[in-house]
């Protein structure tokens, strides 16, 4: 079946990195994806990974893979006031299937 | 940077009356998306649209909602009766045949309020 799941909510202080954690259930999910969603706004996309890729780094973020586990999760490094947002983890089957969203994580940046 | 576009940002109707959701997706993009957001709930797909047609739809997607492409700019959703748990934040996407990470741009929404 398909099914993402992330914990709802995630607190770190400002300049230290945040890692938000994921699970998927389908093996044959091909593309993996973190979205984000600042208040009132859509979703944008942040960083996509392959599933024949075990890490990926983009500027101040790094995702990981697992894919023996399912397990995605994403490192925000120097994390700044403006990171504070809903972060969505996702999955693909294919090019040609829908991506399936995780409740998303809602990251909270303290002073 | 292209955008899609959604209108209205945000729509009031009474239970029982039919509303139209628009959104103007990329101009070169070939695939369209309806999700929606339930408060607080995950973002859950409807129905993804392509070459003029459904290519696939949720059990979310019964007989009271439909899409169509009027013409060569719009992607509409109507919901024919609403009901109070149609409330919900929807959001179109688009996506490029062949774009390389095959992740959708998304608009900014409509939130739909059914009273």
């Known amino acids: 079946g398909e099914d993402v799941e992330q914990s709802l909510f995630l607190s770190v202080r400002e300049g230290d990195s945040s890692v938000i954690n994921c699970t998927y259930t389908d093996s044959s999910s091909t593309y993996l994806y973190w979205y984000k969603q600042e208040p009132g706004a859509g979703l944008q996309l942040l960083t996509y990974?392959?599933?024949?890729?075990d890490m990926k780094q983009d500027q101040r973020l790094t995702v990981l893979l697992n894919k023996k586990d399912k397990h995605l999760s994403l490192r925000i490094a120097d994390t700044q006031t403006g990171d504070s947002a809903i972060y969505f983890c996702?999955?693909?089957?294919?090019?040609?299937?829908?991506?399936?969203f995780g409740s998303g994580t809602r990251l909270s940046i303290r002073p | 940077e292209p955008e899609v576009t959604q209108t209205p940002s945000h729509q009031v109707t009474q239970m029982g009356q039919e509303v139209i959701l628009r959104c103007v997706p990329i101009?070169?993009?070939?695939?369209f998306y309806w999700y929606r957001q339930i408060l607080g709930q995950k973002v859950e797909f409807l129905v993804s649209f392509y070459n003029n047609e459904i290519s696939e739809k949720s059990e979310i997607f019964d007989d009271q909602f439909s899409v169509e492409r009027p013409d060569g700019s719009n992607f509409t959703l109507k919901i024919r009766s609403t009901k109070l748990e149609d409330s919900a934040m929807y959001f179109c996407?688009?996506?490029?045949?062949?774009?390389?990470?095959?992740?959708?741009?998304f608009g900014s929404g409509t939130r739909l309020t059914v009273v």
């Open positions: 996702a999955e693909r089957r294919s090019s040609a299937s829908k991506i399936i």
């Open positions: 996407a688009s996506s490029e045949r062949g774009q390389l990470n095959y992740g959708y741009t």
């Open positions: 101009s070169n993009h070939l695939y």
């Open positions: 990974i392959f599933s024949n890729m």
